[in-house]
């Protein structure tokens, strides 16, 4: 099976005043379609320039970024994001945010005007999907953190993306609500079935959500190992309390360790 | 408890008028007590008298200056909307052109007047025009600022989506300059106020300025006190209409975090 992601030997350097800085050194990463994805690694090791590569924010100095057996070579047009940050624009309630990039997106842009009674249908079924229902006339200043960080995932989810990007996106909120949205993003993909990468520097969060956990060595950085999570699907929180999942937690624990060392 | 909350803030809401009217007694009391000569300073019962004995001349010129400002800010509004767009939107038009927005800025607009004077002669023109010249300023920077301060990630939603700049431009940076563009028209309408009447004070024949100087020269007193009166009326009167303008307009940003006094 082809991936539907691929990395293959990127370098990114980054020209700054002060000199140029290696972000990315040779990093070859392949992500199945499907396949929810996680990368982990010590700060500042450029995971979140892996997120840029990948949606053809940034173009890489040396190498190839493929998606779906297509060269990326400009901003990709159909990926979802969602950051630490859940930057929602306050001006909006919560249903014109979530439906903020049917606006731009191709083909829905022209038929916004004409479905938009469908497309809030759309995004209110979401919304209630991430246990939001109810809130869409709603501001963002009137939510919690966790709340809006639900919105955020909406958004990024209602063009319906092949492809998933998170950037830390639950790297703010209380340990509570943190482990609440692991399970809404859980359930939501398994509903839908989209691509995930997930960056985040959580490895229990790495270890409960994804098939594979890939650990990224300081900067520059690269990928130096992949960890299959074998841990049976559906999975619920209470699995993050067994041998296997500690297991692997202190693994991925101790190759970071070693990174970090070295 | 709860009368004496009531009252506190009854006495919060009266204390504008309260600090005014003891300013005007304390006034009153010093001309009284000191004996003051009506020639250096009248006392605020003959400034008062004399507004209402030449009610029908103040009114006249209060009338042309009001009209005057309202022109020149008229027009500073829609040029600074307009060189502010075009200036957040591209970094290069931006270096380029704010040294000499700078420079033109540091210019006292008094220099100007007689400029003004030689390319339009006598009259409203200059005034419309040195009200323009001293007020568009801060819209330009702060429509400006409005754009330039958009949030990074929400950037990167949008142009992973195919976004083009454009679309950033009208969905994101437009809506969000708005507390910021209000925020400025209550500064911007004072300042086109003071340019009117300087303009007016050098070379018109008619508005506040006018009547002052004629006034001053005829030594009436009074008069320039009653002119200098109606001046502050009209002050008060428009940034509190603009004030007003701007908590309509931008509820939002009041309510959430992202304000442009922050």
Request: charged share 20%; glycine share 8%; proline share 6%.
């Given at each position: 099976?082809?991936?539907?992601?691929?990395?293959?030997?990127?370098?990114?350097?980054?020209r700054?005043a002060?000199?140029d800085?290696?972000a990315?050194?040779g990093?070859?990463?392949?992500?199945?379609?499907?396949?929810?994805?996680?990368v982990?690694?010590?700060?500042?090791?450029?995971?979140s320039?892996?997120?840029k590569?990948?949606?053809?924010?940034?173009?890489?100095t040396?190498?190839?970024?493929?998606?779906a057996?297509q060269?990326?070579?400009?901003p990709?047009?159909?990926?979802g994001?969602?950051?630490?940050?859940?930057?929602?624009l306050?001006?909006?309630n919560?249903?014109?945010?979530?439906?903020?990039?049917?606006?731009v997106?191709?083909?829905?842009?022209h038929r916004f005007r004409?479905?938009?009674?469908?497309?809030?249908?759309?995004?209110?079924?979401?919304?209630?999907t991430?246990g939001?229902?109810?809130?869409?006339?709603?501001?963002?200043?009137?939510?919690?953190g966790?709340?809006?960080?639900?919105v955020s995932?909406?958004?990024?989810?209602?063009?319906?993306p092949?492809?998933?990007?998170?950037?830390?996106?639950?790297?703010?909120?209380?340990?509570?609500?943190?482990?609440e949205?692991?399970?809404?993003?859980?359930d939501?993909?398994?509903k839908?079935?989209?691509?995930?990468i997930?960056?985040?520097?959580d490895?229990r969060?790495a270890?409960?959500?994804?098939?594979?956990?890939?650990?990224?060595?300081?900067?520059?950085?690269?990928i130096?190992?992949?960890?299959?999570?074998?841990l049976?699907r559906?999975?619920?929180?209470?699995i993050?309390?067994?041998?296997?999942?500690?297991?692997?937690?202190?693994?991925?624990?101790?190759?970071?360790?070693?990174?970090?060392?070295? | 408890?709860?009368?004496?909350?009531?009252r506190?803030?009854?006495?919060?809401?009266?204390?504008?008028?309260l600090?005014?009217?003891g300013?005007f007694?304390?006034?009153?009391a010093?001309?009284?007590?000191?004996?003051?000569?009506?020639?250096?300073?009248?006392?605020p019962?003959?400034?008062?008298?004399?507004m209402?004995?030449?009610?029908?001349?103040?009114l006249?010129?209060?009338?042309?200056?009001?009209?005057?400002?309202?022109?020149?800010?008229?027009?500073a509004v829609?040029?600074?909307?307009?060189?502010?767009l075009?200036?957040?939107?591209?970094?290069?038009i931006?270096?380029?052109l704010?040294?000499v927005?700078?420079g033109?800025?540091?210019?006292?607009?008094?220099?100007?007047?007689?400029?003004l004077?030689?390319?339009?002669?006598?009259?409203?023109?200059?005034a419309?025009?040195?009200?323009?010249?001293?007020?568009?300023?801060?819209?330009?920077v702060?429509?400006?600022?409005?754009?330039?301060?958009?949030e990074?990630?929400?950037?990167?939603?949008?142009?992973?989506?195919?976004?083009r700049?454009?679309?950033?431009?009208l969905?994101?940076?437009i809506?969000?300059?708005?507390?910021?563009?209000?925020?400025?028209l209550?500064?911007a309408?004072?300042?086109?106020?003071?340019?009117?009447?300087?303009?007016?004070?050098?070379?018109?024949?008619?508005?506040?300025?006018?009547?002052?100087?004629q006034a001053?020269?005829n030594?009436?007193?009074?008069?320039?006190f009653?002119?200098?009166?109606a001046?502050?009326?009209?002050?008060?009167?428009?940034?509190?209409?603009?004030a007003?303008?701007?908590k309509?307009m931008t509820?939002?940003?009041?309510?959430?975090?992202?304000?442009?006094?922050?």
């Amino acid at each position: 099976m082809s991936a539907f992601v691929e990395i293959d030997g990127v370098s990114l350097t980054y020209r700054g005043a002060t000199g140029d800085v290696p972000a990315l050194a040779g990093t070859t990463l392949s992500v199945a379609r499907g396949e929810f994805a996680a990368v982990v690694g010590p700060s500042g090791c450029g995971k979140s320039t892996l997120m840029k590569l990948v949606t053809g924010l940034v173009p890489p100095t040396l190498g190839r970024v493929a998606l779906a057996g297509q060269a990326v070579d400009g901003p990709v047009k159909l990926a979802g994001m969602a950051f630490q940050n859940p930057s929602l624009l306050p001006w909006r309630n919560v249903r014109d945010n979530v439906l903020l990039p049917l606006e731009v997106v191709e083909p829905h842009r022209h038929r916004f005007r004409a479905e938009r009674r469908q497309y809030k249908a759309q995004a209110d079924e979401l919304l209630a999907t991430v246990g939001l229902a109810g809130f869409a006339e709603r501001f963002p200043w009137e939510l919690s953190g966790g709340m809006q960080q639900r919105v955020s995932l909406c958004r990024a989810l209602i063009h319906q993306p092949a492809l998933l990007m998170l950037d830390e996106p639950f790297a703010a909120l209380d340990a509570f609500t943190r482990e609440e949205l692991w399970c809404v993003l859980r359930d939501v993909w398994h509903k839908i079935g989209f691509t995930v990468i997930l960056v985040t520097h959580d490895l229990r969060e790495a270890t409960f959500l994804s098939d594979t956990v890939h650990v990224m060595s300081a900067r520059p950085g690269r990928i130096v190992t992949s960890r299959l999570v074998d841990l049976p699907r559906p999975r619920d929180l209470a699995i993050c309390y067994e041998p296997d999942f500690t297991a692997i937690v202190h693994e991925l624990r101790s190759r970071i360790a070693e990174v970090r060392q070295a | 408890m709860n009368k004496s909350a009531d009252r506190s803030e009854m006495l919060e809401r009266l204390s504008p008028l309260l600090f005014t009217a003891g300013m005007f007694l304390l006034w009153e009391a010093v001309c009284r007590l000191f004996k003051v000569d009506p020639f250096i300073l009248p006392a605020p019962s003959e400034v008062f008298a004399a507004m209402v004995q030449y009610w029908r001349p103040v009114l006249r010129h209060s009338y042309v200056t009001l009209w005057t400002t309202m022109a020149g800010f008229a027009i500073a509004v829609a040029f600074g909307i307009v060189l502010g767009l075009i200036v957040g939107w591209s970094r290069v038009i931006y270096r380029g052109l704010y040294p000499v927005m700078v420079g033109f800025n540091s210019v006292p607009k008094v220099a100007v007047v007689p400029v003004l004077v030689i390319w339009f002669g006598i009259g409203e023109v200059p005034a419309i025009l040195t009200a323009f010249l001293i007020s568009f300023f801060p819209i330009v920077v702060n429509v400006a600022t409005g754009l330039a301060t958009m949030e990074p990630e929400l950037e990167d939603v949008l142009r992973a989506l195919g976004a083009r700049k454009m679309d950033i431009m009208l969905k994101v940076g437009i809506p969000r300059t708005q507390p910021y563009l209000f925020a400025s028209l209550k500064v911007a309408i004072t300042l086109a106020f003071v340019g009117a009447v300087v303009s007016e004070t050098i070379a018109a024949n008619a508005g506040l300025g006018f009547l002052m100087t004629q006034a001053g020269s005829n030594f009436q007193m009074p008069l320039v006190f009653a002119g200098l009166m109606a001046l502050a009326i009209e002050g008060i009167a428009m940034y509190a209409l603009f004030a007003l303008i701007e908590k309509r307009m931008t509820r939002w940003a009041f309510r959430s975090s992202m304000s442009a006094a922050g």
